[in-house]
């Protein structure tokens, strides 16, 4: 039996838990989605100011990546009453998220290409979430941003996302409200 120590530097991904999350989980994952039971598609978007600043000028994307597979979302948003009307409010959780990304990405720091180039300021960075097709045709898309640092559920090969509800959503067809 060899003495207790930790793992060297690039043997983590090559340990059995991160092969079967990178590999196995992912396609196990996919099934429920065929299946019909991940009904909230989630994506990562990118998008620029054309201003000096944030928040001036028209917001542009620059990129919205869907998160494949499908994850699984704990949807617990509840209205709150203000004097402007009703606003959405509240967190989900987002499972079964592939280990293949980094965190660099999920944090929006990096893009997920081969290379993850770096973002240049000022840009934004949020998550959308979007039912799928069942209701409306074109259904609302709901703006989140990262409420925690992204956790790494080495045990269950996968990230997990806490996200809280922001307003200003994109409009039906993806495109900002500021453009």
């Known amino acids: 039996m060899s003495q207790p120590r930790p793992l060297r530097p690039g043997e983590a991904a090559r340990t059995l838990a991160h092969r079967l999350g990178a590999r196995l989980a992912p396609r196990l994952w996919q099934l ?7 009904p909230y598609r989630v994506f990562m978007v990118w998008t620029m100011w054309t201003g000096l600043e944030r928040g001036e000028g028209e917001e542009r994307t620059l990129n919205r990546i869907e998160i494949l597979p499908t994850p699984l979302v704990d949807y617990s948003v509840s209205f709150e009453g203000s004097n402007v009307g009703r606003l959405q409010n509240g967190f989900v959780t987002v499972k079964e998220v592939a280990v293949t990304y980094t965190a660099d990405v999920l944090q929006g720091l990096k893009l997920p290409t081969p290379h993850e180039d770096v973002l240049p300021e000022p840009y934004d960075f949020c998550y959308e979430i979007v039912e799928d097709d069942r209701g409306d045709p074109q259904p609302k898309r ?7 640092v992204p956790v790494r559920d080495a ?3 996968q990230w997990v996302l806490s996200l809280e ?5 994109f409009n039906r067809d993806g495109t900002s409200p500021f453009a």
């Not at 429920?32 to 991940?38: D, H, L, M, P, V």
């Not at 509800?165 to 959503?169: K, Q, V």
């Open 155 to 157: 045990a269950a090969v």
């Open 165 to 169: 509800r922001m307003s200003e959503d």
């Open 32 to 38: 429920k989605t065929r299946f019909g039971i991940a």
């Open 142 to 148: 709901a703006k989140f941003r990262l409420a925690k």
